[in-house]
Every structure is written in structure tokens, then in C-alpha cells.
């Protein structure tokens, strides 16, 4: 890939540095155009998620800067490697992907790639920050969520889904309430997308992984989950079809849910 809309491409030592649009004075200024940039603004941020994560601001706003590190059964061994630059591309192309099919997601506005041996990269992004932003994990913690907002959350999911996004790691984590109660989806990168929406069974798969993070988040954190959330009435909107192979479902994935439930019972809180 050698050229991405509304960004440039500069070739650097071992590696290429994208930029967005109108970013480029803030990126040099941050030292972005080097390696050693990056890490010593992520070596003085905070830990989240698989690593360190720095919040710096810029002329241009503020932005978020990490390593990008793969998770799974491949993380442990893989680290901060990745086989090919499509998936670390997918940082940049996906998210504005995602814009122009209306869904809110931060765009980026940098990344990153050096060579790792053959046929090996390891990527650093930079994303620009939601004001007053928090996650529904935070959200849980603080104070149990509204109906409203779950509503918001869960119709924000159907529109990444009616979309034609697939996200496969989509959790509490990576949902988003601003200040003005808008959702944000985020981590797109590992995303398939398709020209029509999902099917029943992508759609229920993506919404029962929401309510085992929800009941994870509450457990691990001495919380009692809320019984009376209705995930697939908040989610379909009274969809027929989607009704009926929750139905189908229903025995199934309840069961799945009580034998993690009870293995997050034995772990320590947070």
C-alpha cells in the first residue's frame, strides 16, 4: 500500500512514518519521526490494556500514543511483532472506513512502521482523544449505567453491525461515553467488514461477548450484575428474526456465561 487518503507517506530508516493530513507539525515537534520519540513519550504515560499508553497534547489536539501489540493465544510469543504491515495498516484505513459509514470512532493521526526481521513489523499509533471520554469499564466501576445509556451503547453496536463491521474483541472496554452521552467505538483494527450488515448469528455472538464482559467487569470488582438488562430488546429493537434465534440460542449461551461466571468468582478482585 503506498498511498491512503488524507494521509502522507514518509520513508524512514528501517521502516515508513504516516501522517494525517495537518498533523505533520505537531509530529515532528513531539519527535514522532524517529522511533526513540515514540518510546520516550509512551516510557512516561500510564498502563493500560497490553502496555504503556501516553497522553500528550499538541498544537493539533490531543492525541493518544502507543505500541501496537498483539493479543490472544499469538501475544505471549508474538509481542509487539506482527506477519505483515496489513493488519498494522488497518489502524489508519478502518477507522476513517468506519467515519464515512457514520460510526463515531477517533481517527488517527499517525503510525509508525520498522522492519523486524524478515517479513516481521512492529507499529506505534497515535489517535486523536474524545474529550472527557471514559469507557464502559470506568462506567461500571463509578456508578451502574442507565437504560438510557445502555441504549445508547447497544444502538451504537447495531450501527457498527447494520455497517458491515465485525469486531471480534468488541467488550465494555471498547465502548465510550463522552460527556455528552454520545458512543464511541474503538479498536478497529482487527475488524472484517462487509457491504451488507452482519447476520443473526455475528450480531448475538457480538452482544452475548458484551454481557460476559459486563458481568466479568462486575465480579471481578465486587459489583452485582444488573439481572434486568435486556441486551437483545436494547440491541434489536423488537427484530423478528433476531428474536427468534436468541431464542434459539438462549439455553446454550446462558450456559456458557455461568461457567465463566464462575470462573471469575474465584479469581482475585481488582
Given amino acids: 500500500m503506498t498511498s491512503i487518503d488524507g494521509f502522507s507517506r514518509q520513508k524512514i530508516p528501517q521502516g515508513e512514518l504516516w501522517l494525517a493530513e495537518?498533523?505533520?507539525?505537531?509530529?515532528?515537534?513531539?519527535?514522532?519521526?524517529?522511533?526513540?520519540?515514540?518510546?520516550?513519550?509512551?516510557?512516561?504515560?500510564?498502563?493500560?490494556?497490553?502496555?504503556?499508553?501516553?497522553?500528550?497534547?499538541?498544537?493539533?489536539?490531543?492525541?493518544?500514543?502507543?505500541?501496537?501489540?498483539?493479543?490472544?493465544v499469538a501475544g505471549p510469543i508474538w509481542r509487539e511483532r506482527f506477519p505483515s504491515r496489513r493488519r498494522l495498516m488497518a489502524n489508519l484505513t478502518l477507522p476513517a472506513l468506519a467515519r464515512e459509514r457514520g460510526i463515531a470512532t477517533p481517527p488517527a493521526v499517525a503510525l509508525l512502521l520498522i522492519a523486524s526481521g524478515p517479513s516481521l513489523w512492529r507499529g506505534w499509533l497515535a489517535v486523536r482523544t474524545v474529550?472527557?471520554?471514559?469507557?464502559f469499564i470506568d462506567r461500571v466501576r463509578e456508578r451502574p449505567p442507565t437504560h438510557d445509556e445502555w441504549a445508547e451503547a447497544l444502538g451504537a453496536v447495531r450501527r457498527l453491525h447494520d455497517a458491515g463491521f465485525g469486531h471480534p474483541d468488541l467488550n465494555l472496554g471498547n465502548l465510550m461515553v463522552d460527556a455528552a452521552g454520545d458512543i464511541w467505538v474503538i479498536d478497529l483494527d482487527r475488524c472484517r467488514v462487509r457491504a451488507g450488515g452482519l447476520e443473526p448469528d455475528a450480531r448475538i455472538t457480538a452482544i452475548r461477548r458484551i454481557e460476559r464482559s459486563y458481568h466479568k467487569t462486575?465480579?471481578?470488582?465486587?459489583?452485582?450484575?444488573?439481572?434486568?438488562?435486556?441486551?437483545?430488546e436494547l440491541y434489536s429493537?423488537?427484530?423478528?428474526?433476531?428474536?427468534?434465534?436468541w431464542e434459539e440460542r438462549r439455553d446454550l449461551d446462558c450456559a456458557r456465561l455461568e461457567r465463566h461466571r464462575r470462573g471469575w468468582r474465584r479469581q482475585p478482585r481488582l
Fill in 22 to 72: 495537518g498533523f505533520e507539525p505537531a509530529a515532528i515537534e513531539l519527535g514522532l519521526d524517529h522511533r526513540s520519540g515514540w518510546e520516550r513519550h509512551i516510557a512516561a504515560g500510564v498502563h493500560a490494556g497490553r502496555g504503556k499508553v501516553a497522553f500528550v497534547e499538541t498544537d493539533a489536539g490531543s492525541v493518544m500514543l502507543k505500541q501496537l501489540r498483539r493479543g490472544g
Fill in 218 to 232: 462486575c465480579l471481578l470488582n465486587g459489583l452485582d450484575p444488573d439481572s434486568r438488562i435486556d441486551w437483545l
Fill in 237 to 245: 429493537g423488537g427484530d423478528r428474526s433476531l428474536d427468534l434465534r
Fill in 131 to 135: 474529550p472527557g471520554a471514559v469507557d
